[in-house]
């Protein structure tokens, strides 16, 4: 397995991975993350070359960023990639000069909420009703 950034040949592979998020619209935010300045669109994909996953991140300044959006194609789910993905980042974005990475989640995506508290993610602010259906949690880690 390999993190790596994502080029544009990798878009097409991921628009189906990205429809699973809710709200997301793959086929222009993918774009939008890869090729905008103080954004990065970072890859998971097997070592046959083959995309399982991608984060979304967004620099807010030298040494802050935020964890957009993370996502592992369905039939891949269950083996650990998302922590893969998840670590591999925070090591690039730590080596990078980041020192904070925050990131928010719906409150009722428990599976994400376990993802982040094992890899040391705090919670430090709930935002009532700030979805139309949940709450959004924030987090924080320390690089």
Do not use: W
Request: proline share 1%.
């Amino acid at each position: 397995m390999i993190v790596k950034e994502a080029e544009e040949q990798d878009i097409l592979s991921l628009v189906e991975i990205g429809k699973r998020i809710h709200d997301f619209k793959s086929e222009s935010e993918l774009p939008f993350y890869s090729e905008t300045l103080g954004f990065e669109l970072y890859v998971l994909a097997k070592d046959d070359g083959s995309n399982i996953g991608f984060t979304c991140v967004r620099f807010d300044d030298d040494t802050e960023a935020e964890i957009d959006y993370i996502a592992i194609a369905k039939e891949e789910e269950g083996k650990g990639y998302a922590t893969m993905l998840l670590q591999e980042v925070m090591e690039e974005l730590k080596r990078n000069g980041i020192q904070k990475i925050f990131l928010e989640v719906r409150s009722k995506n428990e599976r994400a909420i376990s993802l982040y508290e094992r890899n040391g993610f705090v919670q430090y602010r709930v935002r009532k009703h700030y979805y139309n259906d949940d709450d959004a949690l924030c987090y924080v880690k320390e690089a």
